[in-house]
């Protein structure tokens, strides 16, 4: 089971999409620094099938893309929703998932997504928009992980 404290429609989590994020609470990762510690606790509401339809139904004009925004207590869940958006939207949203794993679970399951981020988050090393992040941002292409992380950090060119 997978709970939610909130959502919000947000235009950086996923470059170039229009993106709801869903933030899910019991996080097991507890980083040190973490922007979010009101979701190491298991609260929040239930998200289901019928939470997410409604979400979908709501916001589905609006979105490009759905991202679960952790997950990482029960990622078979998270993979079990991810296709089942992809079932409600013909595959016309996309989907991402914000993971705090450094390393995928065992079972096969990219098919299911666009966007997958992975690693705990590291104080000193920053998140994706620094250049010495640990963290990776994927786009996900005919099953094959893309890294793109470096569409999340500004590069400054020298002229000279």
């Not at 510690?37 to 099938?49: A, F, K, Q, V, Y």
Request: charge should be negative; aromatic fraction near 10%.
């Amino acid at each position: 089971m997978l709970r939610f404290i909130n959502y919000d429609i947000v235009f950086q989590e996923i470059p170039g999409e229009v993106t709801l994020a869903i933030n899910l609470s019991n996080c097991p990762h507890r980083c040190n620094g973490c922007h979010s510690p009101h979701l190491w606790e298991n609260t929040g509401e239930i998200l289901d099938e019928n939470v997410l339809e409604g979400l979908l139904e709501k916001y589905g004009n609006a979105i490009t893309c759905i991202c679960f925004m952790g997950g990482d207590a029960n990622p078979q869940r998270i993979v079990e929703l991810a296709a089942f958006s992809l079932l409600k939207t013909n595959g016309n949203i996309k989907t991402g998932w914000y993971s705090g794993r450094n390393t995928l679970p065992e079972t096969s399951f990219l098919q299911y997504f666009d966007y997958i981020k992975l690693g705990a988050y590291m104080e000193h090393l920053g998140g994706l928009d620094s250049v010495t992040t640990n963290q990776r941002f994927y786009r996900i292409e005919d099953v094959k992980m893309i890294d793109a992380t470096n569409s999340f950090q500004k590069h400054i060119t020298r002229k000279g």
